[in-house]
């Protein structure tokens, strides 16, 4: 009799089948990266070559030579707060300018990229008030307007391609973080 | 007649002890089970994690880095089955940002993640997902998987814009992943 009782002790471990049960495993692989902020010209420069810039008829500036004058560049920008600002430069020419004559020729650039436009005029200093862009990729439109010598002189004289300014237009990248 | 009698008595005593002389038998039953089950090694965890950090997706054009496969490489991991019938499922999503995007761009990386068993015989796989696609669902490997270190490897490659022409929205947060479901049945 003691010794079945004995024998009745190791059933308990036959209750272990409990345990089977199916188990998957799951693995996570995590990638991540960045794309900074990027505004690039792929036809970063172009010429505007406005001729004659007087009047035949009495030697004074005209106008009709710079105003509506318009340039084409290209390029990109890939984020959506970048901004675009201009500065203008005006056509000056070496040779010096009594009193009753003109070496000068302002005027006002506007560039306009992605519907925005940025512009400056050559009477005042520095930059113009940047626009934001945004994100585009196609044409910058550069088109001169009011142009005005300053006392409304007669220009000097000087050769071909004497008188020479520019317009530069930049490209900002900005960056706004996402949350 | 007394002397009789006492003899028939001791001899009766002594005929009826062998009837105690009888056998009995114990039996003890042994039972028990292996539940079907995959583990990651080392650690016979449920799950194991890695994690790509590509840096700069776009090349100085604006457009997709080509070398993000390469950059990528190979993850292996070690999963133990016991089972003759592992499955395999797969599901990757593409880097994307929630940078809004314009015609001539893109905020999102397509991409195929393929993984690749050790099995001891028959092998489906590779086992492929490509980010732009419902995920590959649980699919048999074949056969039982190799108790081999490095069984599960992980590799990706196509790696792509909408357009190849697309240029790529700034944004200091792309993220994507790839995950693997390995069951035992």
Same mark, same amino acid.
Not at chain 1, 25 to 48: K, W
Not at chain 1, 65 to 84: D, E, I, Q
Not at chain 2, 9 to 29: C, D, F
Not at chain 2, 99 to 104: L, M
């Given at each position: 009799?003691?010794k ?18 199916s188990?998957?495993?799951? %693995? ?16 970063p ?17 005209d ?16 984020? !959506? ?10 056509? !000056? ?25 940025a512009?400056d005029?050559? =009477?005042t200093? %520095?930059?113009?008030?940047?626009? !934001? ?7 910058i ?8 010598s300053?006392?409304?002189? =007669?220009?000097?004289?000087?050769g ?10 930049? =490209?900002t ?7 | ?20 002389? @009888?056998? /009995? #038998? ?6 028990g ?8 090694t080392? +650690? ?6 890695d994690t ?5 997706l776009?090349?100085?054009?604006? #457009? ?9 490489? #190979? ?8 089972? +003759? ?15 809004p ?9 397509d991409? @195929?993640?393929? /993984?690749?068993?050790?099995?001891? +015989?028959?092998n ?8 732009? /696609? ?18 599960? @490897? ?15 929205v ?5 993220? +994507? ?9």
């Amino acid at each position: 009799m003691r010794k079945l009782m004995f024998l009745a002790i190791p059933a308990v471990l036959v209750a272990s089948p409990a345990f089977a049960q199916s188990t998957s495993v799951t %693995g996570t692989v995590n990638i991540d990266g960045s794309v900074a902020g990027r505004c690039t010209f792929t036809l970063p420069n172009a010429t505007l070559s406005l001729g004659e810039l007087s009047l035949a008829s009495n030697g004074k500036l005209d106008t009709s030579r710079v105003n509506g004058k318009t340039a084409t560049l290209t390029g990109w920008c890939n984020s !959506t707060a970048a901004t675009m600002a201009v500065t203008t430069t005006q056509l !000056t020419t070496g040779t010096a300018a009594p009193t009753g004559f003109d070496n000068r020729v302002d005027y006002t650039a506007t560039a306009v990229a992605n519907s925005a436009s940025a512009s400056d005029s050559s =009477l005042t200093a %520095g930059a113009g008030a940047a626009s !934001t862009v945004g994100l585009f990729t196609g044409n910058i439109v550069v088109t001169l307007s009011a142009a005005s010598s300053p006392s409304n002189g =007669l220009m000097v004289a000087s050769g071909p391609g004497g008188y020479t300014g520019n317009v530069v237009v930049t =490209l900002t990248p900005t960056v706004t973080p996402v949350g | 007649m007394k002397k009789i009698a006492l003899f028939a008595a001791a001899t009766a005593a002594v005929l009826a002890t062998p009837a105690m002389a @009888q056998n /009995v #038998t114990g039996t003890i039953n042994l039972t028990g089970s292996v539940a079907a089950k995959c583990s990651v090694t080392p +650690g016979d965890g449920s799950t194991f994690t890695d994690t790509v950090a590509f840096g700069e997706l776009a090349k100085t054009d604006g #457009t997709v880095r080509t070398d993000l496969a390469t950059a990528f490489g #190979t993850k292996s991991f070690t999963v133990k089955c016991n089972t +003759g019938t592992p499955k395999v499922s797969v599901d990757a999503t593409a880097l994307a940002t929630a940078a809004p995007t314009s015609t001539g761009y893109d905020n999102s990386i397509d991409f @195929q993640a393929a /993984v690749a068993v050790t099995a001891v +015989g028959v092998n489906n796989g590779p086992f492929l997902n490509d980010s732009s /696609v419902a995920p590959l669902a649980s699919t048999a490997v074949g056969s039982a998987l190799a108790n081999s270190a490095s069984n599960v @490897q992980i590799t990706t490659s196509n790696y792509r814009t909408n357009n190849a022409t697309d240029l790529l929205v700034a944004s200091p947060t792309y993220a +994507g992943s790839i995950v693997v479901v390995i069951s035992p049945t």
